[in-house]
């Protein structure tokens, strides 16, 4: 009896803990180290007719029961380095924020910028979407190659210009297609960006934001909709005569421990106050309080563009991409919703503004991403070409500035009330948004076809790799 009652408690420990630290449940998980251990194991899994899970080790990913699961985040060596063309060639496991470092050291980075989850290279062609996997200022339309193992354990070799419905398919497409085995991405010269960020009121924000987001190339708003007050950070270049100092080493640390603090924060109140309002609302101001700290440090400093996040935290919540003009009344909506309803607003939410490739074109270099959108192709260009991936999100005739809203309200482990998500949601479709990709799971193909118009295009991409065994990359 002593037994069982030890095993149970040490199991309820030790499923609080997961749900804490957001930890995905055990599953059977192989991690090859070479190109031969991939073969091998998709070798045998075809022979035996198992399904095979294709992991980069960094997104969150829920597995099924009996599902293998194979993660590559020890495939991260750098593969190739041509400083002539500005080309780096990396295996898939390699974290964004290890190879940005290693483009650093000879001046170059991605065409990335503002806050990104540190994902690997695996993930961000995986998931795709607007800053990972596609639009102009994307990873997706800095690609040059990648070789993949179809599900079959044939090798191949792709580009945008040689196999266009290949990649469409490839890039946001899930991970439904091939494993990647490395993938060449084109650099540019790294820019040195400033941040000011201030204490501002919401309703200056919805009435003077047509003046406020041409201030600076770039603006983020963190706002708890039960406050007034919104934190404003403005992004902008640094050319060679602006001067700026960099961060000290102590107010990196005090960055840090406060965006550490703060995801704590949200953590505990999700395991201990989701059933209890009025404290979770307390514990959502004291994570407002702290990112205000968080961008009180960085601001008035030079940084990278870059700025890494961890992606546990991020790629759990729910992206939006909608046409700028738009954000004003969505706010006022969100407000008035939120008062409405109290319960699953236990955060602040997150909102960047986004650069559509029409207008890139006319920058020299302008700066914007998001927790999942860096950059955003208009519909009206080729479908599946440089980066446009079929499933990626997109705005039809939409071609000024956009923005991404965040939040994180949602989770799973909350029980959400499906109603109030239905709600949440009309009010984005009301303004013409649309979602951008995330950690959650999806199920339903009929969604796909309805959301993405290109649905069809991409299951015909699948046919060029038709599988014996079924084969699946995170992000599905």
């Known amino acids: 009896m002593k037994t069982s009652l030890w095993s149970s408690l040490v199991a309820t420990i030790r499923s609080w803990l997961d749900r804490l630290l957001w930890r995905a449940p055990p599953a059977h998980t192989l991690y090859p180290k070479c190109l031969e251990d991939l ?11 198992t399904t095979v899970k294709v992991v980069g080790g960094a997104c969150p990913t829920s597995p099924n029961q009996g599902d293998i699961v194979v993660s590559l985040q020890y495939m991260d ?5 041509d400083t002539t063309n500005r080309t780096v060639k990396v295996e898939p496991g390699m974290k964004l924020s290890t190879l940005s470092s290693l483009l650093g050291t000879i001046n170059l980075s991605m065409d990335l910028g503002g806050r990104v989850p540190d994902l690997t290279v695996l993930d961000c062609v995986a998931v795709g979407g607007p800053g990972l996997g596609c639009g102009a200022t994307g990873l997706g339309s800095s690609i040059v190659q990648v070789e993949v193992v179809t599900a079959r354990g044939e090798l191949a070799s792709w580009a945008w210009d040689t196999h266009t419905r290949q990649m469409g398919g490839l890039v946001g497409g899930l991970g439904m297609l091939a494993v990647v085995i490395s993938v060449t991405i084109n650099c540019c010269p790294v820019v040195m960006v400033s941040e000011i960020s ?42 060679k005569l602006s001067f700026a100092s960099c961060q000290s080493r102590l107010f990196m640390f005090l960055t840090e421990a406060s965006e550490w603090l703060a995801t ?17 609302s307390v514990l959502a101001r004291v994570q407002f309080i702290s990112l205000w700290t968080a961008a009180r440090y960085r601001s008035d400093h030079a940084h990278h563009p870059v700025h890494f996040l961890p992606p546990s935290h991020i790629m759990r919540g729910t992206s939006w991409l909608l046409p700028l003009d738009c954000l004003p009344p969505l ?6 919703w939120s008062q409405a309803n109290p319960g699953p607003v ?34 009206h260009a080729p479908q599946g070409v440089h980066g446009q991936g079929y499933l990626c999100p997109r705005l039809g005739g939409s071609v000024g500035p956009l923005a991404s809203v965040w939040y994180d309200w949602f989770l799973p482990e909350t029980s959400p009330d499906p109603l109030q998500v239905s709600h949440l949601e009309g009010l984005f479709h009301q303004v013409g948004g649309v979602r951008c990709w995330g950690a959650e799971r999806l199920v339903s193909p009929l969604l796909l076809s309805n959301t993405y118009n290109q649905y069809k295009d991409w299951c015909k991409g699948t046919v060029f790799s038709k599988p014996v065994t079924r084969v699946e990359v995170e992000g599905n």
């Open 77 to 81: 060596r750098l593969l190739g380095l």
């Open 331 to 336: 706010l006022h909506n969100i407000s008035t």
């Open 264 to 280: 704590l924060i949200r953590r505990v109140n999700i395991v201990c106050f989701s059933s209890l309002p009025m404290l979770s």
């Open 198 to 239: 201030y204490l501002s009121s919401v309703r200056e924000v919805v009435d003077t934001w047509s003046m406020v987001h041409r201030t600076s190339n770039h603006q983020q708003i963190t706002w708890f909709p039960f406050t007034e007050l919104v934190i404003i950070t403005h992004t902008s270049s640094l050319d």
């Open 39 to 49: 073969l091998t194991i998709m070798t045998q899994a075809r022979d035996n007719g």
């Open 346 to 379: 236990t955060s602040p939410i997150f909102i960047q503004t986004v650069v559509s490739d029409s207008m890139a074109q006319c920058e020299t270099r302008s700066r914007t991403s998001s927790v999942g959108s860096a950059g955003y192709r208009s519909q």
